[in-house]
């Protein structure tokens, strides 16, 4: 069973930066998928960045791409979401998720990955 630990949010004011982490355990980190989802308050949670096992695909929707980049590093069993010149609409609670290596591709939808952490706050101030 995969645990999944999610770290470094907090309040940040608008074009600033932060730096998400999510440190997996209890099974082979190598062997699946990784992304990140938000949920803002009211709203369904949705798909900000996918990486492939390999770190080799890498997959953003368009409300992100240019200023999130998520990476990992497998030997630290640990994935990232850099996140850069903030907006207030990103204000959310985040969320690591873990799929399956059934796809070439990262997936962008919830039912594409089995394991999800508990969630850190990001607020961006106006």
């Known amino acids: 069973q995969l645990q999944l630990v999610e770290s470094g949010g907090g309040l940040v004011q608008a074009g600033g930066s932060l730096r998400l982490s999510c440190v997996a355990s209890?099974?082979?980190?190598?062997?699946?998928?990784m992304a990140w989802f938000r949920q803002a308050a009211g709203k369904e949670r949705e798909f900000v960045g996918g990486?492939?096992?390999?770190?080799?695909?890498?997959a953003y929707p368009d409300s992100v791409k240019g200023r999130f980049t998520i990476s990992r590093d497998n030997a630290k069993n640990t994935v990232y979401l850099q996140m850069n010149s903030l907006k207030p609409e990103d204000t959310a609670v985040y969320y690591c998720?873990?799929?399956?290596?059934?796809?070439?591709?990262?997936?962008?939808?919830?039912?594409?990955?089995?394991?999800w952490g508990q969630g850190t706050q990001v607020t961006v101030s106006s």
């Open positions: 990486i492939t096992w390999s770190g080799i695909r890498i």
């Open positions: 998720a873990a799929g399956s290596r059934r796809r070439t591709i990262p997936g962008r939808t919830l039912s594409d990955y089995d394991y």
């Open positions: 209890g099974s082979t980190f190598s062997n699946y998928h």
